[in-house]
Nanobody
Framework: QLQLVESGGGLVQPGGSLRLSCAAS????????IGWFRQAPGKEREGISC????????EYADSVKGRFTVSRDNAKNLVYLEMNRLGPEDTAVYYC????????????????????WGQGTQVTISS
């Protein structure tokens, strides 16, 4: 069974950090670009980052640029999203999604029907 599973979410104080993981099972991630999305209550889903199959190309939404870093370890079949200087506006359910191509540009990320989605992990920023 092909599956993506996010983990690493939780409750963090403003200014804190979290590292999310996106683990693939049943297939090899190295053929897939990975997009990270988030959806806050009452808001539309937002594409926030994407990483190419080999990790050489990344892109970030303005809302997270300079604070979030996406990386991957294909040998471990994992993709990471390091999140720093978190604020209440970052509270959302975070999702990873896999698309079988080299890279997905953020400008097109919402037009792509990704092949596979994870179930999401909740990130809450609150004091």
């Amino acid at each position: 069974q092909l599956q993506l599973v996010e983990s690493g979410g939780g409750l963090v104080q403003p200014g804190g950090s979290l590292r999310l993981s996106c683990a693939a099972s049943g297939f090899s991630l190295d053929e897939y670009a990975i997009g990270w999305f988030r959806q806050a209550p009452g808001k539309e889903r937002e594409g926030i980052s994407c990483i190419s199959t080999d990790g050489t190309k990344t892109e970030y939404a303005d809302s997270v640029k300079g604070r979030f870093t996406v990386s991957r370890d294909n040998a471990k079949n994992l993709v990471y999203l390091e999140m720093n200087r978190l604020g209440p506006e970052d509270t959302a359910v975070y999702y990873c999604a896999a698309e079988r191509r080299f890279f997905v540009a953020l400008v097109t990320i919402h037009r792509i029907q990704f092949d596979l989605w994870g179930q999401g992990t909740q990130v809450t920023i609150s004091s």
